[in-house]
């Protein structure tokens, strides 16, 4: 399990405690306590689950949730609001502007993480299985094995990641710098170039025996897997 999540939360000793449960189930897990920095992290490059509070320095949270759900590229987004408002009119209105679960503070832990994942499960349930397949390829993020038409492949722990982070979102085209962010992580610094190079030991690796090539090279743009080859018998 690798989805991305973002807290948005301006009480210190709470992220500490909700990044720490999150890193511990496996999550990568980015923190911010303004709305309106939030904002911008996710123009950069989306999550794949917010943890929003309502009451944020910036943007209120409610605000940026309204903001998330009016961009094409964030309407589906999942969003869990955590707030301190729990009457009934309140939760109405965190639900009416778009965020698909409510959690009032104090709340349990366990539950909350219960509720991430849950709710992963119902918009990217492929972030939460076990074995990813796309075409004839098959990814086994337990075993780290890699099978393509029954024949194993083996790949080095680069280009592993590299093909699960490009089957987890079939036809779309993410940047070097993004593939960077998302494969190398945010503090490493690894030139864009580096990108090209694991690209191609990836492709020699999965393509061998003249297969077609599932990782499509899209000029000034960067790469993605094939949406074509993802949904092929």
Known sequence: MNAKVLIVEDEEPLTLLIR?????EGYEVEAVARGDEAETRIREGAPD????????PGISGIELCRRIRSRPETTALPVIMLTARGEETERIRGLATGADDYVVKPFSIPELMARVKALLRRAKPELIATVLHAGD????????RVRRAGREIHLGPTEFRLLEFLMQSPG?????EQLLDGVWGRDVYVDERTVDVHVGRLRKAINRGRKA???????????????QFATAN
């Open 20 to 24: 720490y449960n999150l890193e511990s």
């Open 137 to 144: 390829i098959e990814l086994n993020r337990d075993t780290h």
């Open 172 to 176: 779309r085209v993410f940047t070097r």
């Open 49 to 56: 689950l917010v943890l929003l509070d309502w009451m944020l």
């Open 213 to 227: 090539d599932p990782i499509r090279t899209v000029r000034g743009a960067g790469y993605a897997f094939n949406e």
